[in-house]
């Protein structure tokens, strides 16, 4: 794997969408150091604990017993790429010509299947497409890390162990219910798993067999992909009708008036409160905000909220929380959105 593509792969495409749930510590903030209990008495409590929940003991046998923790996993946990460089390079990096390329000859290799997935979960096809090459290079890079060792270590360290302590179960349940087995239950370093990179709750909870043979198969059927990926944009709020957003300038004396005028947002995971509350376009046009060649906002009845990424501003609309939902990221969310408007 190239340089300089690996820790966008790492941090980018094979993080989410668990990010919706753990990526929201600020820029900066300590990474917890506490005692840890031996590994050995952990995994033991944990073994315990699955049997009482009725997961049988051949798989818990099968899928716990002898674990080791994997030191990498913590190091990449700790080195979250949306945290840590810049917006620019984070893009330029992840969204290459090659990408993009391959990005376009997807589109018109799978354009009926693409638009059967738009018709029936009101997703726009080049969003779809945006993120199945952020999140695995179009099916070429899913990750290798055994899933049930890179969650138990995760689920030990301290940091954020309650949510992946959940995954680890909902991995159990996945391979009870026959989805998948435990020798090929393989992804990211934290988990994340198949083509659109899923966590285990997502795959349970979103997932689909669009293919109709039996198996919401993330890992090997694009149909099941790319349906798997607009059904959580549709569950997660997508508007069909709309678009994500779009970049704009903000005029210095703009600034001015947003920042004293217009709040931070209060709820939601750490990217959501990185940006403002929502205000109508007419409001925003306003301010003096306009779009990147200087014209007008459109005319239409959206609101939005403002991104700022070091020099540049983004008016984002509802649907951009949907993306956020996937991975809570501007870094994430943003390269998606200028993605797809490159497969458009």
């Not at 600020?26 to 944990?46: D, H, I, K, N, R």
């Not at 893009?91 to 018109?108: D, E, F, I, M």
């Amino acid at each position: 794997m190239r340089v300089g593509l690996s820790v966008l792969i790492v941090l980018a495409g094979l993080l989410s969408p668990f990010a919706a749930d753990v990526a929201t510590q600020t820029p900066g903030q300590p990474t917890q150091v506490a005692a840890q209990q031996p590994f050995e008495e952990w995994l033991g409590a944990l073994i315990k604990e699955a049997g009482e929940r009725g997961y049988g003991q051949d798989l818990i046998d099968q899928a716990l017993l002898g674990l080791e923790p994997l030191p990498r996993v913590v190091a990449s946990d700790r080195s979250q790429a949306e945290l840590t460089i810049t917006f620019e390079r984070y893009y330029n990096n992840l969204v290459t010509p090659v990408l993009v390329s391959r990005g376009r000859t997807r589109a018109h290799e799978d354009r009926e299947l693409l638009d059967r997935v738009q018709s029936t979960f009101g997703v726009q096809r080049p969003v779809v497409l945006a993120i199945w090459g952020i999140e695995s290079r179009f099916g070429g890079n899913i990750g290798r890390t055994p899933v049930f060792r890179a969650l138990a270590t995760l689920a030990w360290e301290p940091r954020r162990a309650d949510f992946f302590r959940r995954q680890l179960f909902d991995a159990l349940t996945m391979v009870a219910r026959g989805h998948i087995d435990v020798e090929t239950m393989t992804g990211s370093w934290a988990g994340a798993m198949g083509q659109p990179q899923f966590m285990p709750s997502s795959y349970l909870a979103y997932a689909v067999d669009f293919d109709k043979d039996g198996r919401r198969d993330i890992w090997r059927s694009t149909p099941d992909v790319l349906a798997s990926i607009a059904n959580y944009l549709k569950a997660n709020g997508w508007d069909g009708e709309r678009t994500w957003g779009r970049e704009v300038t903000v005029p210095p004396p703009a600034r001015t008036r947003i920042r004293e005028s217009v709040p931070a947002r209060t709820s939601g995971c750490y990217a959501m409160r990185d940006m403002t509350e929502r205000r109508a376009l007419e409001e925003w046009q306003n301010f003096g905000v306009r779009r990147v060649d200087g014209g007008p906002l459109p005319e239409v009845d959206v609101e939005a909220g403002l991104v700022q990424t070091g020099n540049r501003f983004f008016l984002v609309y509802p649907n951009y929380d949907a993306i956020l939902r996937y991975n809570c990221a501007h870094h994430y969310a943003l390269s998606v959105g200028l993605f797809a408007e490159l497969l458009d």
